[in-house]
């Protein structure tokens, strides 16, 4: 897992450094339950001390270089000289605000050679940290994004501007609360933490295993039954993982060797891993917690407009996966497991209360209580809830472990949304923003499928290797403002560049998820990037759909338009389905592919006529299909009577 995703490599400190390590991890979580029960600090209070534990414990936790970083799960590393100045300066840095706030509001930005000083090592470390925990690729983009702003100047067309000073660019990015103080990390301070810290309550009361079990019970015995136990439990996982790969690494070590048992191409079954798992990041309620800064980024919105907008995307994604599976596995005759490798259905249903916190959370969200209230609800349920059975009570050692372990997943997402900041940052302070929405409305000529097309290219580069928050965060800064520009409804623009962004993951040539996904199950890593981009089609299509017709989001729809819209897009993306597989009821010729994908998209596209047209040929070709079956079927009989005679 180290060697594909770089927020799983941190050190196993032992001794004193050990304890200091778990010490700083425990007080960061505390330090967020407290502000969380008892009411927030000032913006700058808030996220410069959440920036400052995050900056510190990631020096002392995480190597510099990357060969120490894979070879850390399996030797303790103590922390270099080095490491030990750059969480000093963290804590200096995360301090600086808490101690001198009433001077540098009165002084109203006017800063001292002291402050400029503190701020230029509050950008190095964040760059540092990012680079250490997060990955190179959203680190040279925050790098890019500064040389811009100073020397803006030198560059070519619309991209030009006048150049911003050093002292400029220091005091947007640490003393305003647009740079790395912003949104992002204010998202990060006061939601994100805490739906990180209850994933992590809900993995030690085994909640991970159990969506495995569970999963296993309800698909098992199905025709390819471990590649769709990969997909439900995946989706599961998805609901509160921050992270894909850390999803194929988690599931998938359990799912891949089961799907290659069964008889699943090694790259396939990675494919499906890869794919299913990256879906989570799209999965209501929790989407990869990019849903908390969409709310916050768009504004006038409540999450659960998010969360409800995302159901159908969410739903159809993973119905082409499980189609796909589905007639991959009837088109080479796989089988479902057999009774003996089934867990024990009465004692996994038995367990069926460890879902009650994650039902509990989303009821609360639904039933408008703040993201913040309903996290802290959703934490203490899971440790109630854990105390009906002993084999997943939590003990004290338990809870501390959780609360440790949960700030340890916390790193990352800070540190992302620390270099987000500074992305944001310079966007805002250099307007260059809008010069990319014209640049690309210019490019395209203002034609809105032109504009999307190019807006997806920019969209699944801006997310080549970084994670959901920062992903989002890039593209709907570059990206989703020239869909803006042409009256795109700026949910339905936010969640286009989020979708590219996400699959990414699974897009060839970076595909880290697949990468991933390869190296568990030993495939061949390309293969397995181009397997899941195809499995994951919707994800390719959807998009465009919910642009260019908002009822998919369920914006502006009644009940029974909303459940038409859902029949009709399923049936959909069965037709896609058979039509990439090219297995239905039968194996299907070259022209009966192309019309059952024609069909599919004309259904998913939520619009009368189309949806007359696809259901016409949806049954034209169900008919066809079975019709011919039979006649295989009467022939070969014939055939064997004749042979017998």
Do not use: C
Request: net charge positive; proline share 4%.
């Amino acid at each position: 897992m180290a060697k594909f995703d770089p927020e799983a490599g941190y050190r196993k400190l032992n001794g004193t450094l050990g304890w200091i390590s778990a010490l700083g991890l425990l007080s960061f979580s505390l330090f967020q339950l407290y502000t969380a029960i008892f009411g927030v600090l000032t913006a700058q209070l808030q996220r410069s001390i959440h920036l400052g534990f995050a900056l510190a414990l990631i020096f002392l936790l995480f190597p510099a270089s990357k060969k120490a970083r894979i070879n850390s799960i399996k030797q303790r590393f103590q922390i270099t000289w080095l490491d030990g100045l750059l969480a000093a300066l963290s804590i200096i840095v995360g301090s600086y605000w808490p101690l001198f706030i009433d001077d540098l509001v009165m002084r109203v930005g006017r800063l001292t050679i002291i402050d400029l000083t503190v701020g230029a090592i509050a950008i190095i470390l964040v760059l540092e940290a990012t680079r250490r925990v997060v990955g190179l690729p959203i680190t040279i983009i925050a790098a890019v994004f500064l040389l811009y702003a100073h020397f803006g100047a030198y560059m070519p067309g619309f991209l030009q501007h006048r150049g911003i000073g050093i002292d400029r660019i220091i005091r947007s990015m640490f003393f305003t609360t647009e740079g790395i103080l912003g949104t992002p990390l204010k998202v990060s301070a006061e939601f994100i933490f805490l739906f990180l810290l209850f994933g992590s309550f809900l993995v030690k009361t085994g909640i991970g295993q159990y969506f495995n079990d569970l999963a296993i019970t309800i698909a098992g015995r199905s025709v390819g039954g471990p590649a769709k136990v990969a997909i439900f439990s995946s989706a599961l996982q998805g609901t509160i993982s921050g992270s894909s790969v850390a999803n194929v690494v988690t599931s998938g070590s359990f799912t891949i060797p089961m799907m290659k048992k069964l008889g699943y191409r090694k790259e396939f079954a990675g494919a499906v891993e890869a794919a299913a798992s990256t879906g989570g990041q799209i999965m209501p309620p929790i989407m990869g917690a990019a849903a908390f800064i969409m709310v916050e980024f768009i504004g006038g919105i409540s999450y659960w407009d998010i969360a409800k907008a995302a159901a159908i995307p969410a739903l159809l994604y993973f119905t082409g996966i499980w189609i796909m599976t589905h007639f991959q596995a009837k088109k080479i005759g796989l089988r479902g497991l057999s009774k003996d490798e089934m867990p024990n259905r009465k004692e996994v249903l038995k367990k069926i209360y460890l879902l009650t916190p994650l039902l509990l959370v989303i009821f609360l969200l639904m039933s408008g209580y703040s993201v913040t209230r309903s996290a802290l609800l959703a934490i203490l349920a899971s440790v109630l809830i854990s105390a009906i059975h002993k084999e997943t009570r939590m003990s004290p050692k338990d809870i501390v472990e959780a609360l440790i372990n949960g700030a340890r997943t916390a790193l990352s997402v800070a540190a992302a949304t620390a270099a987000a900041g500074i992305i944001v940052g310079v966007v805002t302070v250099t307007g260059l923003g809008l010069k990319l929405a014209n640049g690309l409305v210019d490019l395209s000529s203002g034609i809105l499928l032109l504009t999307l097309f190019f807006t997806m290219i920019a969209s699944l580069i801006l997310g080549m290797g970084s994670p959901t928050t920062a992903n989002y965060v890039i593209t709907s800064t570059i990206a989703a403002p020239a869909l803006i520009l042409l009256n795109v409804p700026e949910l339905s623009a936010h969640m286009f560049v989020f979708y590219f962004g996400i699959v990414a993951d699974i897009t060839p040539p970076v595909a880290l998820a697949a990468f991933a996904a390869a190296g568990v199950s030993g495939g061949d890593p390309l293969r397995t990037g181009v397997n899941s981009a195809r499995l994951a089609i919707a994800a390719f299509i959807i998009p465009y759909i919910f642009v260019l017709s908002p009822e998919l989001m369920m914006i502006d729809t009644t009940w029974s338009q909303t459940l038409w819209v859902i029949f009709t897009s399923l049936a959909g993306m069965i037709a896609i389905g058979a039509g990439m597989i090219g297995h239905w009821i039968r194996n299907m010729y070259w022209f009966e592919r192309i019309l059952a994908f024609g069909a599919g998209l004309l259904l998913i596209y939520p619009e009368g006529a189309s949806d007359m047209i696809g259901l016409g040929l949806f049954i034209a070709l169900l008919v066809l299909q079975y019709t011919i079956k039979k006649e295989n079927k009467n022939q070969l009989q014939r055939q064997t009577s004749g042979q017998t005679l």
